[in-house]
């Protein structure tokens, strides 16, 4: 088994899920309030001890069936290669890698670019996402969350960032991000204005995507959008 790594940076729900993850992996390890996203996962991987190590966010709730064992039905395990796997939007009822728990190879994630706008695809030029769901991704737990959610997914899809993704496919995501027919589900509404203002913010700022990994910024512009 590989190390499986729990990062948190201060989220509501981070402790309560740690411990879930614990209950039935009593191995897992975390990465707690280390700043910015590369930085956290450089910790990570400094963390394992294994070729490949597992990353579980914050605000993942896992699912029962997800046992932290590489399928190779999918795949055959290449330790160049990160793979990640689907998760459940409980706004949007999307389902894909977003959220989702992924496996990394640690060398490549010592290496990798600091500056780079999506972390996960830039990680190694291997880059392979599996049909398995492994967890609902909630971070619909309050206003910030949920609209800081919105808008950086949302920035990344309509600036067409993604590695080999496919436009049809990030078209779709992105309309459904931004669907107000969602706007009922718990914090909806915030999460929609979040993926409205991040795709807007990437059609005028493509030279600047990289402030959405910057959550003093990302708290700077939420502030603005609650004073109207």
Same mark, same amino acid.
């Given at each position: 088994m590989?190390?499986?790594?729990?990062?948190?940076n !201060?989220?509501?729900?981070?402790?309560?899920?740690?411990?879930?993850?614990?209950d039935r992996f009593p191995i897992a390890k975390r990465v707690d309030r280390v700043v910015g996203i590369h930085n956290a996962h450089k910790k990570a991987a400094t963390l394992s001890l294994t070729k490949m190590f597992w990353v579980v966010d914050a605000d993942a709730d896992i699912v029962p069936s997800f046992d932290f064992t590489f399928n190779?039905?999918?795949?055959?395990?290449?330790?160049?290669?990160v793979y990640t796997y689907r998760s459940i939007n409980p706004v949007n009822d999307l389902i894909y890698g977003y959220g989702g728990i992924k496996l990394l190879p640690k060398k490549k994630v010592l290496?990798?670019?600091?500056?780079?706008?999506?972390?996960?695809?830039?990680i190694s030029n291997k880059f392979v996402p599996l049909p398995e769901i492994s967890n609902t991704t909630r971070f619909n737990i309050d206003e910030f969350s949920?609209?800081?959610? !919105?808008?950086?997914?949302c920035a990344k899809l309509a600036s067409k960032v993604i590695e080999k993704q496919n436009d049809k496919e990030t078209e779709l995501?992105?309309?459904?991000?931004?669907?107000?027919?969602f706007k009922d589900r718990k914090f909806g509404k915030q999460t929609i204005? !979040?993926?409205?203002? !991040?795709?807007?913010?990437?059609?005028?700022?493509?030279?600047?995507?990289?402030?959405?990994n910057d959550f003093g910024w990302l708290y700077e512009q939420f502030s603005k959008y609650t004073l109207g």
């Amino acid at each position: 088994m590989f190390d499986i790594i729990f990062i948190s940076n !201060g989220e509501e729900n981070a402790d309560q899920n740690y411990s879930n993850l614990l209950d039935r992996f009593p191995i897992a390890k975390r990465v707690d309030r280390v700043v910015g996203i590369h930085n956290a996962h450089k910790k990570a991987a400094t963390l394992s001890l294994t070729k490949m190590f597992w990353v579980v966010d914050a605000d993942a709730d896992i699912v029962p069936s997800f046992d932290f064992t590489f399928n190779s039905a999918y795949k055959e395990l290449d330790f160049d290669t990160v793979y990640t796997y689907r998760s459940i939007n409980p706004v949007n009822d999307l389902i894909y890698g977003y959220g989702g728990i992924k496996l990394l190879p640690k060398k490549k994630v010592l290496d990798m670019d600091m500056n780079s706008v999506d972390m996960t695809t830039s990680i190694s030029n291997k880059f392979v996402p599996l049909p398995e769901i492994s967890n609902t991704t909630r971070f619909n737990i309050d206003e910030f969350s949920a609209w800081k959610s !919105g808008f950086r997914e949302c920035a990344k899809l309509a600036s067409k960032v993604i590695e080999k993704q496919n436009d049809k496919e990030t078209e779709l995501r992105l309309n459904v991000w931004c669907s107000d027919k969602f706007k009922d589900r718990k914090f909806g509404k915030q999460t929609i204005d !979040g993926a409205k203002a !991040g795709r807007n913010y990437a059609f005028n700022n493509s030279d600047s995507l990289s402030k959405i990994n910057d959550f003093g910024w990302l708290y700077e512009q939420f502030s603005k959008y609650t004073l109207g």
